[in-house]
């Protein structure tokens, strides 16, 4: 519990709506239950900081058993109305207000059906909603690499991708709106796509427009797909399908009901805050103007950001920053980079058909896919300017990119197409989910699992002690989960957890063992055909 990325402050947010039926403000405080819940239930350190009276995982684990269980015991007991003890003065505050409304208007009518449960119930409810709006976004990733020429023989292995993707995987399944984003980022991509393929009527671009307004009530970083709309446009008026009065009139058409969905939320922040985002630390970085933040591109170790952002997308563990050794990143980072050579090629072919033989549909949809993530990439850049600016370090937060997963997901499997080919391209990125998800299971298996159940902890020296058998001595597998079981909704106890787990690791061997018959197919030779 909490241990999402500011999962206590979504949750609070949700919660507040809920009850009082309106947004709260980025100054209110949260309800006192969670309150006293960050300080019952073990946390991040990086929660703890927002919390005087929190304890980390490392220190809940050396509570004697029976503060232990008097902790669980209260928690259990936490209900909406409960009143504690008197307001501190360091109080949490709603900071994730500062987020569009509509994954938290949504998951209120959730939260209002089992509002009467212990607020394990509520999150694992909440929690559950998220992901299966987050498995919406990794079909609709499927789609889209079935819409694109050069990845749609790898469409299925893309799909197998996303689902094995151990970063993602955590990101999705924590209580916070990136799933709803993905879904409704690729769900506009798609009606783009509706636009190409159909006869550019009115009706699509109004959808397109209304999907564009949804995906910015879901996040403001969707802010970064806004100039495909023009850019669909253009397009239209380059394959010769629209004169260029036309192609104006539904553009102003679809940016209007973008506008008239949107238009608002994003008003009010440019208003209240001075910045469109509306993000707090994007206001932190108001003082420095343009020409600071132009200055401090230059300043930058963008090194250091693209390592921090590719660590973080890959796999982060969590709040606690858990995290595996840097050659296991370096795998993934090499088959990017392969991709992205292939990728270099097979733009340098198709701008060259491109030339000889004008923009088709196929054309059309890559362009909105690659410039799509390339304009994603240059918001996740900005909010590596604003970072240096107001904390004076280099880095970037990669699981944003968890937004365009779908968008990546198109991409690798162009690049592999580029590189090895339309039917090798499929085995290509069928290799990459497989080693995805052999990742997936040493995280889970020999760093999370481990750490939540007070195996491992914190060195002195910031790092996670590596996982020794000594350490399952007198304890066992079943106390491995009856320790896992803290903290989690009544009846879902040891034998529950140990049958989820049996499902877990039946269901990824078999999504793996799929991939390695796609990676078979594509790299066996063709057996000849009789004449």
């Not at 519990?1 to 507040?16: K, L, N, R, T, V």
């Not at 996982?467 to 007198?474: D, K």
Request: net charge positive; with cysteine; hydrophobic share 50%.
């Amino acid at each position: 519990m909490w241990e999402g990325f500011d999962e206590w402050a979504h949750f609070g947010y949700i919660q507040h709506l809920a009850q009082f039926r309106r947004a709260p403000s980025r100054n209110e405080p949260v309800s006192d239950e969670l309150r006293r819940s960050v300080e019952l239930a073990p946390i991040s350190a990086a929660a703890a900081e927002s919390s005087a009276g929190s304890l980390t995982h490392d220190a809940f684990w050396r509570l004697p058993l029976e503060e232990r269980l008097r902790r669980e015991r209260e928690l259990s007991e936490l209900r909406p109305s409960y009143q504690g003890e008197s307001v501190p003065a360091n109080v949490l505050r709603q900071y994730e207000a500062q987020q569009p409304p509509l994954y938290y208007s949504f998951l209120a009518l959730v939260y209002l059906a089992v509002q009467d449960n212990s607020l394990a119930v509520r999150v694992f409810a909440l929690r559950m909603v998220t992901l299966l709006i987050g498995a919406v976004g990794i079909l609709l990733g499927c789609e889209l690499a079935f819409q694109v020429p050069s990845s749609r023989r790898a469409a299925i292995p893309v799909l197998l991708l996303l689902a094995l993707s151990p970063g993602l995987l955590v990101d999705l399944t924590r209580i916070a709106n990136d799933g709803l984003a993905l879904t409704l980022g690729s769900a506009f991509l798609l009606c783009l796509f509706k636009i190409f393929r159909g006869e550019s009527r009115l009706r699509d671009w109004m959808l397109a427009g209304a999907a564009l307004g949804a995906a910015l009530l879901a996040k403001s970083y969707m802010l970064s797909l806004v100039p495909l709309l023009p850019l669909a446009a253009l397009i239209e008026v380059l394959r010769g399908r629209l004169r260029l009065s036309q192609s104006a009139g539904r553009l102003l058409l679809a940016v209007a009901f973008a506008a008239a969905i949107a238009g608002w939320w994003y008003v009010h922040a440019w208003q209240t805050t001075g910045t469109i985002s509306g993000e707090q630390i994007d206001i932190a970085a108001l003082r420095f103007g343009l020409f600071g933040k132009l200055a401090a591109v230059g300043k930058i170790q963008w090194l250091r950001v693209l390592d921090s952002a590719a660590s973080t997308h890959i796999w982060t563990g969590g709040w606690s920053f858990l995290v595996v050794r840097s050659w296991m990143y370096r795998v993934f980072e090499f088959l990017a980079i392969a991709s992205g050579v292939g990728l270099i090629a097979l733009t340098a072919r198709l701008l060259g058909k491109v030339y000889r033989r004008g923009l088709k549909i196929g054309d059309a949809c890559f362009s909105l896919i690659a410039l799509g993530y390339l304009f994603f990439c240059s918001g996740v850049a900005y909010f590596a300017v604003v970072v240096y600016l107001t904390r004076g370090i280099s880095t970037a937060l990669g699981w944003y990119l968890d937004g365009v997963a779908g968008v990546e997901g198109v991409l690798i499997a162009s690049g592999f197409t580029g590189l090895l080919g339309p039917r090798r391209a499929a085995g290509g990125v069928a290799a990459v989910a497989v080693i995805a998800g052999i990742l997936d299971l040493y995280t889970v298996h020999f760093i999370s699992a481990p750490y939540y159940a007070g195996l491992t902890a914190h060195l002195p020296s910031g790092f996670l002690a590596t996982l020794h058998p000594a350490s399952l001595r007198g304890i066992g597998l079943t106390g491995v989960f009856a320790r896992l079981s803290v903290n989690k909704p009544a009846g879902w106890g040891l034998y529950a957890l140990m049958w989820l787990w049996i499902g877990y690791l039946g269901a990824t061997a078999a999504i793996m063992t799929y991939g390695g018959v796609l990676i078979k197919n594509a790299f066996s030779p063709r057996t000849a055909t009789k004449v």
